[in-house]
């Protein structure tokens, strides 16, 4: 989106109002803006946003969601987490009023994998323990994992095959295991309101050999990431939002005009890219005297990675 008309529209409404206010009736300002400033519909907007995911597409993408979570479907629990539901419904929204078109929403596929078109632009939101198809497309390969007395198949970051630079961390010989200790922090249910108590995922830097570790206080967590990939190949364009947990997609989702923008500035020309954005957690009580956890995204401290092998079949 362009910034400086964002500038100009502001200061000419400012304008126009201050004028009605002294008896001016503001036509001659609005015939002036209209002039210099063609006026876009929301819709066109809303798709020149989305240019710096998908380019300059006329074609409708498809939108998918994460299928629940990995624990969850080990528990047999069906449905996508509330946070990428909002995330989902926000998007699926936007993206329709971008293209004008109605846009229907698969909430969920019957705790089957998903299947989609690979010549279509997709975008898809939830990481690799959210989404099946986020976690095929950047390489994750899939390794048991103790989870109390059960095994579960998580993803695993293989250094040879995984296509980003940063990638997620559920843990080593378990469930948020490290250095054979589970580490913990609490946070508050989406779905009770309720204080949990989970472990903890982390991000390793493939190029530096770095991990970095969230953010906890109080025994609480305040910390995650955001991760924005776009990875094309002669077909079509693939874009995967997603984090450590809900909640940084959840954030980008509040604001997608916004954060699209933000997301334009810290990428730049680069044609496929991986973005990571710090996202600071608070622990709240809302108008219904619910406790939740809500995400804001830190976009100054964002870091881009361009992406050059062409990955996807």
Partial sequence: MDRDRRKVFKAVAEGGGAMLASGFLGAIANELFNTIYKPKEVGEAEKEALGVLFGE???????????GNILARAKG?????????YSAEQFSSYIGRAFKAEFNLLNNNGGEVFSYDTK???????????NDITSGLLGYKEKEMT???????????????TVTRWVQLYGETGYGIYNGKQQLARRYSAR???EVERPIYKILDKKTGKTLEPIIENDFLMSEWLTIVRIRDAF????IIGGMHGYSTEAFCRNISVNLERLSSVVGTKEQYQVIVPVTLS??????SKLYTVGDIDWKNAKAHEIYAQVIN
């Fill in 57 to 67: 597409s006329d074609a409708l993408p498809s939108l998918y969601a994460g299928e």
């Fill in 77 to 85: 629990l069906k449905g996508i987490s509330k946070y990428l539901g």
């Fill in 120 to 130: 279509k632009d997709s975008l898809f939101l939830g990481g690799a323990a959210a």
């Fill in 147 to 161: 989870v109390g007395n059960d095994v579960v198949l998580f993803p695993t970051a293989d250094r040879a095959n």
């Fill in 192 to 194: 009770t309101g309720k």
């Fill in 236 to 239: 079509s364009t693939k874009v």
């Fill in 283 to 288: 622990h709240k009580l809302n108008r219904l």
